[in-house]
């Protein structure tokens, strides 16, 4: 089953016969079928029209719209779908069904650490890049012996910071020190970029864990409360260092940001201002509208998302996160 992706702006979807149409200007895209079709994902200044959600609606396709930066404004379902059917399934997860999915996290997370780390070595070897590529290793080792939630959150913690002291050395550009992570506020250019990425991509993957019917306050690894949809928290793990972290790197060294006129200090800590933000925007989006193979990035977190929603239906086969080579 597929997913339609409507990223570019002004688009407009429309019926014909058994198909979606996606115009731009005066151009067409190839017909997507319906009985083929999962979803209908539209992001931004894009439009739909009422015989195109019909057709939708009455084969129980999901029509969702999405900001740019994808935030969930809401979603066309059909009354026959139901909702949250799956949260039933997600509270009779027991510890010995998350507790594998959680190690999967960690050490995918650890993994994809590991491999930018790498890719930058080739570049520039320092002593710090082969300590830091050591003691990922180690802590990559650790995690499936640790059965403790608690004590897998500490070395979760403890290995994030390893891979920060390295995270200096990848950087090329003089203005642009860095000497560890801080968060809650940023305390200089690097972390307001890492800072704002990370609750851009949350932000996606929440919306497309509500588009799965998934209850985003049920997760393995993070705790939730009333403020904090948990699962997000738990699926973002295997993507900040291939999407974010990538483009964090790729932006600065690019020369694509500038100190001086991107950002802003206040309140104690160093954030994107408006200039800033729309830059970065436009980075993420070019990013993630590129193709891998057939489809864009949004695809390789749905299908993520996906994978989970197999899990919780079947713990027993696992839940196999995203995993950079």
């Known amino acids: 089953m597929n997913t339609l992706y409507i990223s570019q702006q002004g688009s407009t979807v429309s019926l014909h016969q058994e198909s979606l149409i996606v115009k731009l200007g005066s151009s067409q895209s190839s017909p997507v079928g319906l009985p083929t079709l999962e979803q209908v994902l539209i992001f931004g200044n894009s439009h739909i029209t009422t015989p195109a959600i019909r057709a939708c ?4 396709i999901p029509v969702v719209f999405l900001s740019r930066l994808g935030y969930c404004y809401g979603r066309l379902l059909s009354i026959e779908r139901g909702y949250r ?6 509270q009779e997860l027991s510890l010995g069904d998350r507790l594998p999915a959680v190690h999967n996290i960690l050490r995918s997370k650890i993994q994809n650490c590991r491999v930018l780390l790498l890719r930058y070595q080739r570049r520039r070897e320092t002593t710090a890049f082969n300590e830091t590529l050591s003691t990922l290793a180690h802590f990559h080792s650790q995690i499936p012996q640790t059965y403790d939630l608690d004590q897998l959150r500490g070395l979760e913690g403890a290995a994030a910071a390893a891979y920060f002291r390295a995270f200096s050395d990848c950087l090329t550009h003089p203005d642009f020190p860095f000497e560890g992570r801080s968060r809650r506020p940023p305390a ?6 890492l800072s704002f990425g990370y609750q ?5 993957l929440l919306t497309l864990i509500e588009v799965q019917d998934l209850d985003p306050y049920f997760a393995c690894l993070h705790e939730s409360n009333s403020r904090h949809p948990a699962l997000a928290s738990d699926l973002i793990e295997e993507f900040r260092a291939p999407i974010v972290d990538s483009l ?4 600065i060294n ?8 991107d950002f ?8 994107l201002n408006d200039r800033g933000r729309k830059l970065y925007l436009r980075l993420f989006l070019q990013r993630m509208e590129a193709p891998i193979g057939d489809y864009p990035r949004w695809h390789i977190l749905n299908q993520q998302v996906k994978r989970y929603k197999q899990f919780v239906y079947n713990p027993a086969q696992g839940y196999q996160p995203y995993t950079l080579r």
């Open 85 to 90: 059917q799956l949260s039933r399934y997600q």
């Open 188 to 193: 200089n250019p690097v972390n307001a970029l």
């Open 200 to 204: 851009v991509l949350w932000n996606h």
């Open 248 to 251: 964090v790197l790729a932006a």
């Open 254 to 261: 690019g020369r694509q940001v500038n100190r001086d006129t």
């Open 57 to 60: 609606l009455n084969r129980m």
């Open 264 to 271: 802003e200090y206040r309140d104690g800590g160093c954030f």
